[in-house]
């Protein structure tokens, strides 16, 4: 399994998201509230109350397409607003993960889902199930 997450990052309450590969645990900071721990240099994108690490973004899309060839289950949470800052992002999303010859997981922000033609759509109230499911047939194999 390859792919990229991306957890809340939490201080009395939600403060931004981390960034992580499965495949090799790197981590890295997607968005922040605070400039300073979104990224070394001030050069993000504000989206909302988050400054956007492209920057990291783009190292971890480097460390998925480096591990495509171990692996057999492409997990991508999420391509939304945030991530699609990025050129190099973007293009994997169109390259690879449209085209990819493994199965794929991938959340998509409801204003993309009309862009990509990914299969199931899954109402936000039925999330928590179906990614109880998922885990559950992972686990099984």
Do not use: Q
């Amino acid at each position: 399994m390859c792919g990229l997450i991306s957890p809340e990052i939490r201080d009395n309450g939600r403060v931004g998201f981390s960034l992580i590969s499965i495949h090799d645990g790197w981590k890295g900071v997607l968005a922040n509230v605070k400039t300073s721990e979104a990224m070394e240099s001030p050069e993000g994108v504000r989206v909302g109350k988050y400054v956007v690490n492209v920057r990291d973004i783009e190292e971890g899309v480097e460390r998925v397409i480096a591990s495509l060839d171990e692996c057999d289950l492409l997990v991508v949470d999420e391509i939304g607003k945030m991530e699609m800052l990025s050129k190099k992002f973007r293009d994997f999303v169109e390259d690879v993960v449209i085209e990819a010859d493994v199965d794929v997981v991938a959340t998509v922000h409801r204003y993309l889902v009309n862009k990509f033609d990914m299969g199931v759509m899954i109402r936000v109230d039925d999330v928590e199930r179906v990614v109880r499911k998922v885990v559950s047939l992972l686990m099984s194999e």
